[in-house]
C-alpha cells in the first residue's frame, strides 16, 4: 500500500547547528505534505506545511522543501534551541476516495546546549 | 478555546473488560478521526469520520468501534480489550475529510491492558 519513510529516526545535534529531516513517499498524486512537532507528552501540532505547486517554504527558522519528481519532502530546521527538540513526523496525502494522511514513523530530535 | 477534549488521559484495563474513551470537539468539524501511536510506527489510523453518520475503516481497525451520533462527539469503543491494543491513542478532528485541512489532536489516552 501507499506509505511515507522517513528519516532518520533519531537525530542529536548542537544548539545553533542545522537539523534536516527527510520523508519519501508513494503515491505520485500526493499534493499536500503537512509536518507535525509533538513535545514530550504532548500532542501533535501543526508546525508547517506545503502543497504540490510550492517547491519551498519557510517559516522562520523552519523551512520545508519538496522534490515532486524525486517524491521526497524535507523539514530543515535553522538555528536550532533547545526547545525545538521534540518528536517530528511527516505526512503525505494519499489520494482515494478521501484524502487520507499517512504520517512516517517519525524522528526523535535532540538539541543539545 | 477551540480544542479537542479526550478522556481520560491515562486507563488501566484488564483484558476483555469493556471500555470507551471519548472525544469532543468544539470547533464545528466535520471531519474527526482516531491514531494510535507506537513507537517506531508512527500514527496510524483506527477509524474516521467524513461527519455525523458516516464512519468508515483506517489501516488498523481490528478491535475497535467508533460512533458518530453528534457532530461534536467521536468515541472509540473497545469491545474486549486486548494486551496489543496498549498504546497511546489521539483524536483528531479537522474543519473537514479533504486532507489538506489541518489536524487538531487531542492531548491522548495512554491506555494500558493488562
Known amino acids: 500500500g501507499e506509505n511515507v519513510e522517513q528519516h532518520p529516526s533519531t537525530l542529536s545535534v548542537q544548539e545553533g547547528d542545522s537539523a534536516v529531516i527527510k520523508c519519501t513517499y508513494s503515491?505520485?498524486?500526493?499534493?499536500?505534505f503537512p509536518w507535525y512537532k509533538q513535545e514530550l507528552g504532548k500532542r501533535p501540532q501543526l508546525i508547517i506545511d506545503i502543497r504540490s505547486n510550492v517547491g519551498e517554504k519557510k517559516d522562520q527558522r523552519i523551512a520545508v522543501t519538496l522534490n515532486k519528481t524525486a517524491k521526497h519532502f524535507s523539514l530543515h530546521i535553522t538555528e536550532t534551541q533547545p526547545e525545538d527538540s521534540a518528536v517530528y513526523f511527516c505526512a503525505a496525502i494519499i489520494s482515494g476516495g478521501y484524502n487520507k494522511l499517512i504520517f512516517g514513523a517519525g524522528t526523535r530530535l535532540a538539541v543539545h546546549p | 478555546e477551540a480544542q479537542v477534549t479526550q478522556n481520560p488521559r491515562y486507563l488501566i484495563t484488564v483484558t476483555g473488560k469493556k471500555l470507551t474513551v471519548t472525544c469532543s470537539q468544539n470547533m464545528n468539524h466535520e471531519y474527526m478521526s482516531w491514531y494510535r501511536q507506537d513507537p517506531g510506527l508512527g500514527l496510524r489510523q483506527i477509524y474516521y469520520s467524513m461527519n455525523v453518520e458516516v464512519t468508515d475503516k483506517g489501516d488498523v481497525p481490528e478491535g475497535y468501534k467508533v460512533s458518530r451520533k453528534e457532530k461534536r462527539n467521536f468515541p472509540l469503543i473497545l469491545e474486549s480489550p486486548s494486551p496489543n491494543q496498549t498504546s497511546l491513542y489521539f483524536c483528531?478532528?479537522?474543519?473537514?475529510?479533504?486532507?489538506?485541512?489541518?489536524?487538531?489532536f487531542g492531548n491522548g489516552t495512554r491506555l494500558t491492558v493488562t
Open positions: 503515491d505520485s498524486a500526493s499534493n499536500y
Open positions: 483528531a478532528s479537522s474543519l473537514s475529510g479533504q486532507g489538506s485541512s489541518p489536524l487538531h
